[in-house]
């Protein structure tokens, strides 16, 4: 079984869409057929060995008809930086989809998501699958204001209900989304509440899961090597019939039970 | 014409010189998705000790110019398990599979090497003694000649197999190491292993890397693995695999005319996946190009000016 | 409020830590129309010899990935040409000139060090006993304790200016040589010197450089740098000017949060010839911006995690 | 005396101009102002440590009204070939003018120039002064082939006698230079011969020039780390009464006396 999962895609768009926040349309039929929420792609930001590594983005939207996978990317450092200033009709190298994704769930099962910042990302891809799957869909939303907040417009698209909150109360509740949510209680009555930020908020929102027996999927994220599992840089803890073990970020995850990890 | 790419490391015959550095190819599965393995010379598995290991705290990685510092720390299921899940698959392959061994005190490496002998689908060892990320035992044999003949010859002691000895550069005279493994009995040299380095956050003033110091590996370190090559090429008559920054055919074929008779690709295949394959293709057409009718002919052949 | 930034690397008082990496900033001269070179904590000068030297044959220079191997070999017009061409020149500048000597033998490291003894606008010697370019002396003296220590001792012997030396990262164990360089009697210490290293071309299949190997610098070096000053601060008490692949501020804030006293700026300044100045003032900001009053504070300030 | 001499450089033009071979504008009017024939520039290829240093390419036209530098390159390598991918508006970083420049005759003395390949780059540069100064110009061009002849349309547009060599004769000559310069016996009655090209067409036209006692100037290529002379990288052995002293081809060069030249 020989399948390429490297190749050439041409950018089909690249425009911000907040401060320092990127969106791009990459053309990769193999990819947008394959890939199913909460994969991503490694993306070769430059030829040249500086950076040296690939950057792992999830995979934020896909047209399979169009052949088309979109990535949504904040720009934090040199190889975002190179991503940022592509232009249409440049190429950008990628390897994909990679990792496994997000369980979902039975169709019509009511569902959460919780999304903070640029974890809003795989989440879009994800809504898109829920929404087929006629999932009602509450999503909550943090940024830190008005001006940073991503993705709300695509979630209410796709027909679910938005529940905003921004750190400095710019817009919709002031405070952190656990804080939000601990007030907003319809995700206790979830099938699976999907959790994509940052860390400290998905290790608090996961407590909060495991207390009210909510399941929950967390997306790990570890500086990455390989991306598919050779180098064991990406490293996580996962408990399993009580024992911690060490899985890989990359291929065992990047989703991951949010009542299994190991957070430290 | 197609030119002869066969080599004979220390007894172990590979198709071709082209190979997977240790730690940077998982254990062979990885990478199917992206390339026939069957087309390499051999592939080299994992570092592997005698019980399972859990490595070091993350980050274990971190990027630097043209390289990177790893501290995964020897992180594997131990040398049983590997027997039972992985030898089996290794033995299902049309290339040659080394395995990379480690312990904390010699007689942990020999344990391993016994229990690794004769078990079907295992061509090699590549007996590690270079490592930097762990506590005991790596790098501190390698680094002084007569702890790193000691373990050459416990291992030799304790296995019919070839016996590859892996280097450190992080030493002040690596020819004289070279020729303590060669007197003890080792068939083949692998070299570098990856060099002592370290980053420092400095938002938060503290190392990067949760073991602290890391091994740097990648581009950056390609001039100091083609020099221990050249080096140690001269100083013993054991065929060295080369390896240290890897990407193209051009950097395998800099280590090859420097003296090493095999090459490993390692951090560049998180790169290019296909980055073995491409540089065994390119050390095809450069034979082809240039006339070349076997690989041999190009061993150590760089000549010093003047000369 | 303005952070206080002098320091005092073994007697050599500087207005601020930031420095030149010798050989890579000729004799001061060559980047006056870029900026002002007052500005500098100190400025640190081509190594100098007794004799004029030539230098080895081109090509001398190769570049590597984020890296550079040179191989200049000690070109220099010797320590009296220095003295009467150079020396009035520095003793106009605001900052201080720091020489960086060499030699065959630990007689002539001597000898040119009494030679620049009291000598007015040279405020402290860097003992290079780490050039990997010359045949003899350089390396051969930096790669043990007990040579490190006699050419160390015979220069302090021979002047009253500080005495910093510099240390080669090719060694085993490069903290056993700088505290034997330590008890014999060294004012600071300089490190890293160049990586020893190699390039071949492939087309001629020869060795690219003129003198076969050469020193590796550059950023591809600094995790190797930083891993040494780490390792050498907590060796010795001695005060360190770290270098090895510094272009930007926070590279040169990894240095001091690892240990080192001051910073000396290299190869940065062939690709932005303000590199040095940009250093500066970036620590300057990280200061500021990090409400530090005195850049001390940092001076190894980075702290393992867990202890 | 703190004058800057680096800065950024916006790329007014560029485009190919024969096989592998780019013309580049940019608008440096600070070099433009101070440079003179023969001097380069250190150009920064990429901001990322790969490649790490700067490239010095000659300088092949100025306009001084209009602030303008003009660089002809081939691509032979990663920093040239990512100089060739740069469009209009880009930036590039450029230190200049370095190095010492051609010595200018009397006016209206009768001038030689040689050029082999890209040779011709810094030629243009010195034919436009030499026009200036009235000076009647032969130019002995040599290329591989006709498609690869650079610059002959500038140098008769400068009203210079241009005299046309290819190794494989599909134009002109067939042969090199030095080969159709035996020929064509004109540069003996001149002020000056210039030559830039490979080594050993430089070195064959030197020893020529030599022996006919004609004064000539060459420009050397070293591998250059700094270009400003402080790293000695680019030692090139210049005899100087008798005596074969070490010179820096960047800041005592690239322009040296063909007859002082030591060739190995
Ligand atoms: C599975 C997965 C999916 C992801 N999906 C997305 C996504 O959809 N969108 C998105 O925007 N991001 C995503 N990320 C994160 C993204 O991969 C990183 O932001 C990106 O790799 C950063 O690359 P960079 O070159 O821009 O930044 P880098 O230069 O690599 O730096 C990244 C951060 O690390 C810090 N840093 C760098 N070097 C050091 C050092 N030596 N010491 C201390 N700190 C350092 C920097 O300051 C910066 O904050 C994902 C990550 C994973 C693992
Ligand atoms: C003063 C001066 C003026 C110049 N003016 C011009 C000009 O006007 N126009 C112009 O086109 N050029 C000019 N040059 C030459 C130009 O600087 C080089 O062609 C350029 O630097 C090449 O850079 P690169 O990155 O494209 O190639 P590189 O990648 O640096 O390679 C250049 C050449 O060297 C070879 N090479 C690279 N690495 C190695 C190695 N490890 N071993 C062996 N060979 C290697 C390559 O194969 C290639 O042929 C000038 C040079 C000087 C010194
Ligand atoms: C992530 C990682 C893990 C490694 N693990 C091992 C190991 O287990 N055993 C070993 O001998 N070398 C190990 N190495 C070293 C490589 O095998 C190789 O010697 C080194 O990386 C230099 O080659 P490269 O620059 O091509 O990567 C590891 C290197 C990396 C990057
Ligand atoms: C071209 C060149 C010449 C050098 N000459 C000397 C020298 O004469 N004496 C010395 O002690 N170090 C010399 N060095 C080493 C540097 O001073 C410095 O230690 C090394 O380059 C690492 O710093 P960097 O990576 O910032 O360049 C030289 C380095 C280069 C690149
Ligand atoms: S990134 Fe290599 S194993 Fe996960
Ligand atoms: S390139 Fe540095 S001296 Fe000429």
Redo the contacts between chains.
């Keep these: ?6 190749s050439d895609a041409k950018v089909a768009a690249v425009f911000p869409v907040a401060p320092e926040t990127y969106y791009m349309e990459l053309e990769a039929p193999e990819i947008a057929r394959l890939a199913v929420p909460g994969q991503f792609v490694h993306v ?1 930001c ?1 030829s ?7 950057r792992p983005l999830s995979i934020h939207m896909v047209s399979r008809q169009q052949g088309i996978v979109a990535l949504l990317f904040r720009v934090v450092g ?1 190889g975002t930086a190179i991503l940022a200033q592509k232009r249409t009709g440049d190429v950008v190298n990628v ?1 994909g989809p990679l990792g496994r994704g997000f369980t979902l769930p039975l169709p019509g099962s009511r569902v959460a998501l919780a999304a903070g910042g640029i974890g809003a990302a795989p989440l879009v891809f994800l809504a898109q699958e829920l929404a087929n799957l006629k999932c009602p869909i509450t999503v909550y939303l943090g940024a830190k204001n008005k001006k940073s907040l991503l993705c709300d417009g695509q979630f209410v698209q796709l027909g679910a209900e938005v529940v905003i909150a921004t750190d400095d109360g710019s817009l919709g509740f002031q405070g952190t989304v656990p804080d939000m949510m601990r007030r907003h209680r319809d995700w206790r009555r979830t099938a699976m509440t999907y959790l994509c930020g940052p860390k400290a908020m998905m290790q608090e929102i996961s407590a909060m899961l495991a207390s009210a027996d909510v399941p929950g999927e967390v997306t790990l994220e ?15 803890k996962i408990a399993h019939h009580g024992q911690v073990r ?1 899985q890989r970020a990359c ?1 065992d995850g990047p989703v991951f039970p949010s009542w299994q990890v190991v957070w430290d | 014409m197609k030119p002869n790419l066969a080599v004979n490391v220390g007894g172990i015959k590979m198709k071709n010189p082209v190979t997977t550095a240790s730690g940077t190819f998982g254990f062979g599965l990885e990478y199917r998705p992206y390339f026939d393995l069957n087309r390499l010379g051999a592939v080299v598995v994992k570092g592997t000790t005698w019980e399972p290991r859990q490595g070091n705290k993350t980050p274990r990685l971190v990027e630097t110019p043209a390289g990177i510092l790893n501290a995964i720390g020897l992180q594997n299921p131990g040398v049983d398990y590997l027997v039972q899940h992985y030898a089996p698959y290794f033995a299902t392959l049309q290339t040659k599979v080394i395995v990379n061994i480690a312990g904390s005190t010699v007689e942990e490496y020999a344990r391993v090497a016994e229990r690794l002998n004769g078990v079907p689908g295992i061509a090699g060892l590549e007996v590690n003694i270079s490592c930097p990320n762990v506590k005991k035992g790596g790098l501190a044999f390698g680094s002084r000649p007569s702890t790193a003949a000691q373990v050459t010859r416990a291992v030799k002691g304790a296995t019919d197999l070839p016996v590859i000895v892996k280097l450190s550069p992080n030493v002040t005279d690596i020819e004289e190491i070279a020729k303590a493994v060669e007197e003890a009995g080792a068939d083949g040299l692998s070299l570098i292993n990856t060099l002592l380095g370290m980053a420092i956050d400095i938002r938060r003033r503290k190392p990067v890397l949760g073991n602290v110091m890391g091994g740097l590996s990648g581009p950056a370190v390609k001039p100091v693995a083609v020099r221990a090559v050249w080096q140690v090429y001269r100083a013993v008559k054991l065929p060295i695999i080369g390896m240290g920054g890897i990407s193209t055919a051009a950097d395998a074929l800099e280590f090859i005319l420097a003296g090493a008779t095999a090459v490993a690709v390692g951090t560049a295949s998180f790169i290019n996946p296909r980055a073995a394959l491409d540089v065994l293709e390119g050390i095809e057409l450069y034979l082809k190009e240039n006339k070349i009718t076997d690989i041999k002919e190009l061993v150590g052949a760089a000549q010093v000016p003047g000369n």
């Design positions: 079984m020989v399948v390429s999962k490297v070769s430059s040249a060995h500086d950076p040296l590594l690939r040199k390897m570890e500086k990455m090597g390989c991306g598919v599992g050779a180098c064991l840089s990406c490293a996580v060490q291929a």
